[in-house]
Nanobody, 129 residues
Framework: QVQLVESGGGSVQAGGSLRLSCAAFGYTYSFYSLYQMAWFRQAPGKEREGVAVINRDGSTTYADSVKGRFTISQDNARNSLYLQMNSLKFEDTAMYYC????????????????????WGQGTQVTVSS
């Protein structure tokens, strides 16, 4: 069983930066079998949306709304996932979740929340304008 724990959220002014972290706990074998890890977010009254995905080979996929501003990365040695968020906007305010799955999802499904098996509890990001 894999457990995911997010950290790094907080409050920041528009234009600022934050770095989110996600630590994966469980058997080492289980972590390396995670083909994809991702960040999702959910604002009040809105559906959970995919932000960024990184595959085990390091390839990435981003939502159009964050391209050029957010960077997803992973550290296999530390069983960790990161999201560097720059040039934050008010509309980036949301609860951010780390997610993972063992399957290799097709490109058109990589940002679909329903495809992911493992989820963290979330970390709040608030951007003031």
């Amino acid at each position: 069983q894999v457990q995911l724990v997010e950290s790094g959220g907080g409050s920041v002014q528009a234009g600022g930066s934050l770095r989110l972290s996600c630590a994966a706990f469980g058997y080492t074998y289980s972590f390396y079998s995670l083909y994809q890890m991702a960040w999702f977010r959910q604002a009040p009254g809105k559906e959970r949306e995919g932000v960024a995905v990184i595959n085990r080979d390091g390839s990435t996929t981003y939502a159009d709304s964050v391209k050029g501003r957010f960077t997803i990365s992973q550290d296999n040695a530390r069983n960790s996932l990161y999201l560097q968020m720059n040039s934050l906007k008010f509309e980036d305010t949301a609860m951010y979740y780390c997610a993972a799955d063992r399957r290799a999802l097709p490109l058109h499904r990589k940002l679909a929340a329903t495809e992911y098996t493992y989820w963290g509890q979330g970390t709040q990001v608030t951007v003031s304008s």
